[in-house]
Each structure stands twice: as structure tokens, then as C-alpha cells.
């Protein structure tokens, strides 16, 4: 049967059984050969090679063919039973001295994240730095103001290695502090291994201020740079623009002059006698450190321990849990032919960048993140999501993509099936953020604009609190409103806030048709996104009548608070406003509690065995402790859908220790420290690393922290420009 006879069902079958293997193999048997392995670049290939499998039996063989090498002591079989695992395949002889056993550990999912972390046991791990931000740039820049309007060209000399990937970039920041033209080679990363001149082409914005150009290295590796050039088009031909120390002659120890280059967590060298021009070329590398630890927790497999799965299609799978090893390898060590034979393959199928317009890096991409969350989300039981149907549904979907935005557009239809408030999908390229000044609410089962903001030198818009939006872009605004929900993970609460942040949302300088509702009459406004929404300046501590105070938890600093504790501590009544994410205050609960907090409500899972099973958790808390002075007064919180993470660690102890009346609708519902991981295509996935309950040990996700007192805002309030919300909790406080 040839490739074109096989059915689109059964290379959905195929990519499944290779997503469950890719899955029980990379994070859960520990062979040294699938430690080192590119597993972005392993996966898109070994789709490749299972896509046209015509049927089982060629399937299993090709399987055999991509995991063997990586993890020769995996059983890859039809039907696999118990009596087909034989510990002697696994037991090297005595005179092989091998004293450790290696075993993945997981606390919650390792990947960037300084909490969170992925071990094999007696292994060596990567200790990231803290502080980085997962690039070490080099920038250097010139005055905007002499090329505007021109066409301008950045080149420079690039090559890397030990698997690092080198970006080239140039942006143009304009006058109103906004960002002009911009390129990064996000699409074609330079992954080669020699010299090769590179270089990008645009314009410089009318109104440019100045070109901000560098190279950076995405991630672990190592990138060389040399030789930049800058150059703008007049009568059809190139001239150069100088550049400060463009080929890196001029250092001071290990640092070029005239080039910021100091990204906490990298590593900068000057480099002699290996440049293209000149002596000199800039080494930038990571700046990692590895530690090798017998356990990171006590629980753990002992050697003989493997398990048994089935993959589909009929087919199966046995993989031990621990390996035996010496510091050169784990045993049984591989073929080092057939392993430089499936690296070679990968390299000739790879292409040099991995875009979400290429099939494979789109199926990629899926098996990657299904396998990611089937491991280590831990809310699975909470969110009651059959997660296995989620595979075929998403990986058909993608068959169909044309662009980035459809890929990321099945990516969130996936994970919205999560229920987590902390997913975000993240598109490097996209370019829709830009807003207008005002912001809208879901009241009375209408869509309304809430507020209209009043920022200096800046046009205001026909904008009324109160007006009711009918349609946007000639869609009906509460249909636009639930397709945005649709791709929006987590509470009904949190899905609404976060869509009404996004409702007027589109690329820079595009139109925003809006047909609202004024008095009864309706009127069809055209308004430009021109910027990102910055609402204006909000009050932080106000002095109300009758001895009320009223602090802004989104906007007040703890030093602002501590400055007025004296006049708290007499204060009649407090409203605290917590409708946002706090601005590091949590030490006011401090001052409100009467006893010591040793509650535990944050839980981190400790994972060893595959499809989270056998999980378990350390529990951890804040640990607060009663501050002097105590303020007695009475208080009132106020809250809502958009109180999220943070904010709800804040909420639970005005909750659990009943420091407060809350007033106002349920929180978002998602809370605990978030990871994030990469696939192929630039995109970036956050999520949920812990399960976290109510402090009294209920459950928080997909719930939230619900009010003393339920809230229902009006039209008619917010036309009038009132806070249904504080004027609840002043009634309260009379």
C-alpha cells in the first residue's frame, strides 16, 4: 500500500500511537541516549516516519526503528504482556561495575521554572539561572532621525553550536515611544554550524527616533557574531551607515565597547582568530551550571519497576522505570551505529526553521503540548476531561491550517478544554494588541463601556459610561464575546474578564467599528487602535467620610500603606479593593490576623510513574504571623472574575480566617505558581504548575473564592458613574 492510499484516519491512528510512546519515553525512562536527544527535532521527524504507515505491523516497525536507538531496553510490541519483561535485559554483569540507578523525578514539570523541577537520578541537570530571561542579547543602536522614511538593511556574520539557535534583530522605536518596524528572525533561526552572512530588510517609520539592531541566542548553546552592517537605500543603491565597533576589535576584558551585552544568565567572550572580518568575533553562551543528586524526594521507583501501555493501534509498550549506570552510560548502552544513523536522519529531515506554516511543526507542536498536560497538569480530576479524545480532534485540525493564528487558534481550543485560568498560548508574531481607550463590561446581560479614559494628549473618544455596544465589526457584540471565550481557558468568570480585555483588541492603526446605543438612539462610531490600553492613573488611599478608609490593592504600594497604619489603626472602617492583581502587599493580612498561619494550601506534585498516577504532593503555605499594630477596624473586601493567581492566595486568607466581609462575584479560580513550556512554530504555553485548594482544603479551581455578598452591577449605575461595589460596602460600614 503506497503513501498516498494510506486514509487520513489512519495517519491519525499512526501519530497517536507515536505521541503515547514519545510521551512515556522522554519523561519517564531514563537512558542517557533520550536525555540528549533534540526532542523537538526527534518528534517532528518521527511523525514523518509513522504518518503513511499503511498498517500496524510496519507502524510497530518503524516505531522500533526511531526509539530504539534512544532507548534500547523498551519493548515495542503487539499485545505485551508481564511475563515479557525480563530483568536480565536490563542487569549488566558484576564486572561492568555499575553502582548507580537512575530514575526521573519530576517535581511538577521542570522546565525553565526555578520552583519546578525534572532530575534522573545520579544524572548531572542544568541549573538554569534565575535571573535569566531565556535569551542573552547583544544591542547596540543609532539615531532614527537622519534615515527616516528609508529603506534600510542590517546584515551580520552568525553561526552556532551545541544545539543553539541565533537570532539576528532590528526594531525602530518611534518619537511617541511606540514600536515602528520590527524583525527577529523568529521564523528562520540560524542553526548552522559555519559562518554565514545573514540579513534583514525594512523601513524605517516617519516618525523613527531611533534603530535598535543586536543578535541573541534563544535558550542553552553557544552563537558567534561578527562583522554587522547598516545600510540605507538612496537612488537604488546601499549605503553605509556607521556602526560603533561593528566586528567587536574593541573590548574591555570580555566585553565589546559600545554594545549592551549583559543578559543576567549568559555568558560573553570576546573571541580571537575565528572572525569573518577583522580578529575578533562576540562568543555569547549560556550561562548554566549542572549538579548531579541521588533524589530530589524520597519516593521513587526501585530497579525492576516498568510499566505496561497501551500505545494503539493493537500495539504496546514495556518501559523500565530504572536503569542501571556507571558515569559513561546507562545500561544497556546503545548501537552507536543506528543511534548516528537516526541522528543523521533528523538532520537531513529538519528544516532550518521550524514555522507553524509547515504541517509538521503544527503536528509537532500538538503531540508536544497533549503530552505535556496528559503528564503533569494536576487538575485532571477537578476539570473531569476525557483528555485522550483531545489528541485526534486537535491533530485533524491542524491538517487543515493555513497560518500561525489558525495553529494557535487549535492550540487554545485544546487547552481551553483545561478549565485553567493560567493557559495562555503565546504567538511571538502576532500583532493584535492594540486597543482604544476604553474598556467594556458584561452588565444586565448586555454588553456596555464601562469607562472612557482620560489620558493627557490624547484625543477622547465619543465614548460614554453606560453606552450599549450592538455590534463590533458587524458582528452582534455578545457573539463576539463568546468566540472569544471559546479559546479562552479557565471559570466562566475569569473567561468573561479576560475576553472583555480583548473585545476591542486588533492590529495597530486598524479600525474598531462599533455600532452602540445612546438614549435609544443608534450610532455607528469608527475608532483607530493606535496603542496598547494604559488606563489612567487610579486612586490608591483615599480618606472617605465618617472615618472610612479606602485602599486600592491593585495600586498600593506596602510602603504607602505602612506610612498610614497609625490612622488604620483608628479608622471607623476599610474597604480594600481587590478586583485586580495586588502590587506586593500581602503583608497588610499581617496586620489583620490574630493568630499564626501554618495552613497548607499549595500542593507540588511529586511525579515518578506515567499518566499521573501514583502522584504525590508537598504541601506548602505562607506562614503568616500577626503584626503590630493589629487593625481592628471593620473591613470589606471587594472582589471579582478578574482576581486571579496572586490575588486569590490574598482572598483565601480573608477568607479562611474570616478577616473581612467579601462583597462583589467569585474570583477567577486559578491560582498556584505557572510554567511554561515551548513547541515548535516560536509558541509559548503557561499553565498551572500545582494544584491549589481553599484554605479550609476545598476546591479552588474553576470556582474561586466566592463573596459574602453577590454583587449585580446596572447600567444605569455605571452611567452614572457609581461603584455598585463600594457602595455596598459603605452601606456596610454605616
Not at 476546591?699 to 461603584?723: H, N, S, V, Y
Request: charged share 20%.
Amino acid at each position: 500500500m503506497s503513501a498516498q492510499n494510506v486514509s487520513h484516519q489512519q495517519k491519525i491512528q499512526n501519530i497517536i500511537s507515536f505521541a503515547n510512546l514519545y510521551g512515556y519515553i522522554r519523561y519517564f525512562h531514563p537512558s542517557d541516549e533520550a536525555s540528549k536527544i533534540n526532542w523537538e527535532e526527534f518528534v517532528y521527524y518521527g511523525i514523518k516516519t509513522v504518518e503513511n504507515a499503511p498498517n500496524p505491523a510496519i507502524l510497530n516497525q518503524k516505531l522500533n526503528s526511531l526509539f530504539m536507538p534512544i532507548a534500547p531496553s523498551v519493548l515495542i510490541k503487539p499485545g505485551l504482556k508481564a511475563n515479557n519483561f525480563n530483568i536480565k535485559s536490563i542487569t549488566p554483569a558484576l564486572s561492568l561495575a555499575m553502582p548507580d540507578t537512575v530514575t526521573w523525578q519530576h517535581y511538577g514539570m521542570g522546565v525553565a521554572n526555578i520552583l519546578y523541577k525534572s532530575i534522573r537520578t545520579n544524572r548531572p541537570y542544568t541549573i538554569v539561572n534565575d535571573k535569566s530571561r531565556g535569551y542573552g542579547n547583544a544591542i547596540n543602536h543609532i539615531d532614527a532621525k537622519p534615515y527616516r522614511g528609508m529603506k534600510i538593511r542590517l546584515r551580520s556574520s552568525i553561526k552556532v553550536a551545541d544545539g543553539g539557535k541565533g537570532q539576528m534583530w532590528i526594531r525602530v522605536d518611534k518619537e511617541n515611544k511606540t514600536m515602528g518596524f520590527f524583525e527577529n528572525m523568529d521564523s528562520r533561526p540560524v542553526k548552522n554550524e559555519n559562518w554565514e552572512t545573514y540579513e534583514i530588510i525594512g523601513n524605517v517609520d516617519n516618525d523613527a527616533a531611533s534603530i535598535v539592531f543586536g543578535t541573541f541566542l534563544a535558550g542553552s548553546g553557544k552563537v558567534w557574531i561578527d562583522n554587522f552592517s547598516l545600510e540605507v537605500e538612496n537612488n537604488r543603491k546601499w549605503i553605509q551607515i556607521p556602526i560603533k565597533n561593528a566586528s567587536f576589535e574593541d573590548y574591555d576584558g570580555k566585553s565589546p565597547k559600545d554594545w549592551i551585552a549583559n543578559a543576567p544568565g549568559y555568558q560573553y567572550e570576546i573571541v580571537s582568530g575565528d572572525a569573518t572580518n577583522g580578529d575578533n568575533s562576540l562568543l555569547i553562551q549560556e550561562g548554566s551550571t549542572t549538579k548531579t543528586e541521588k533524589q530530589i524526594f524520597d519516593n521513587k521507583p526501585k530497579f525492576g519497576e516498568y510499566f505496561i501501555k497501551d500505545i494503539g493501534n493493537g500495539l504496546t509498550c514495556i518501559v523500565p522505570l530504572v536503569l542501571i549506570a556507571n558515569d559513561a552510560t546507562t545500561y544497556p548502552a546503545t548501537n552507536p551505529v543506528q543511534l548516528n544513523d537516526l541522528m543523521a536522519n533528523i538532520k537531513n529531515a529538519i528544516p532550518q526553521a521550524m514555522s507553524a506554516k509547515d504541517l509538521y511543526t503544527r503536528l509537532s507542536g500538538i503531540t508536544i503540548t497533549w503530552n505535556a498536560f496528559k503528564h503533569f497538569y494536576p487538575y485532571h480530576e477537578e476539570v473531569k476531561t476525557d483528555w485522550s479524545k483531545q489528541l485526534p480532534l486537535a491533530l485533524n485540525a491542524v491538517y487543515s491550517n493555513k497560518t500561525t493564528t489558525d495553529y494557535v487558534s487549535v492550540l487554545r481550543s485544546l487547552t481551553e478544554k483545561l478549565k485553567d485560568g493560567h493557559i495562555r498560548v503565546s504567538n511571538p508574531s502576532a500583532n493584535d494588541f492594540y486597543n482604544i481607550t476604553a474598556g467594556p463590561a458584561l452588565v444586565e446581560g448586555k454588553l456596555i463601556i464601562r469607562e472612557v479614559d482620560s489620558i493627557p494628549d490624547q484625543i477622547k473618544l465619543p465614548l460614554l459610561p453606560g453606552d450599549e455596544i450592538i455590534s463590533i465589526n458587524g458582528k452582534p457584540a455578545l457573539e463576539k464575546l463568546d468566540s472569544l471565550k471559546k479559546q479562552i481557558s479557565g471559570s466562566d468568570q475569569w473567561k468573561t474578564a479576560r475576553a472583555l480585555s480583548e473585545l476591542f483588541s486588533g492590529t495597530k492603526d486598524s479600525e474598531l467599528l462599533l455600532d452602540i446605543k445612546r438614549n435609544n438612539n443608534t450610532q455607528t462610531l469608527k475608532l483607530p487602535r493606535k496603542s496598547y490600553r494604559i488606563p489612567g492613573k487610579k486612586t490608591t488611599i483615599k480618606k472617605l467620610d465618617s472615618g472610612v478608609y479606602f485602599i486600592n490593592i491593585s495600586t498600593t504600594k506596602m510602603d504607602e500603606i505602612k506610612k498610614i497604619l497609625p490612622e488604620l489603626v483608628k479608622a471607623k472602617g476599610i474597604v480594600c479593593d481587590l478586583r485586580g492583581y495586588p502590587t506586593n502587599n500581602h503583608e497588610l493580612i499581617n496586620y489583620f490576623l490574630t493568630e499564626n498561619d501554618n495552613n497548607k494550601w499549595m500542593f507540588i506534585p511529586k511525579i515518578t510513574y506515567p499518566d499521573f498516577e501514583k502522584v504525590s504532593y508537598e504541601g506548602i503555605g505562607w506562614n503568616l504571623k500577626p503584626s503590630t499594630p493589629h487593625i481592628s477596624a471593620k473591613i470589606i473586601f471587594l472582589t471579582g472574575g478578574g482576581a486571579i493567581s496572586y490575588a486569590e492566595s490574598y482572598m483565601s486568607f480573608i477568607k479562611q480566617y474570616k478577616l473581612a466581609t467579601i462583597v462583589g462575584q467569585p474570583t477567577a479560580g486559578a491560582n498556584g505558581n505557572v510554567n511554561r513550556f515551548s513547541i515548535p512554530g516560536g509558541i509559548s504555553i503557561s499553565f498551572t504548575g500545582m494544584k491549589v485548594k481553599q484554605q479550609d482544603g476545598s476546591q479552588l479551581q474553576g470556582i474561586g473564592i466566592q463573596p459574602d455578598i453577590f454583587i449585580t452591577e446596572t447600567q444605569k449605575a455605571i452611567k452614572e458613574g457609581r461603584d455598585e461595589y463600594l457602595e455596598k460596602a459603605l452601606e456596610l460600614l454605616k
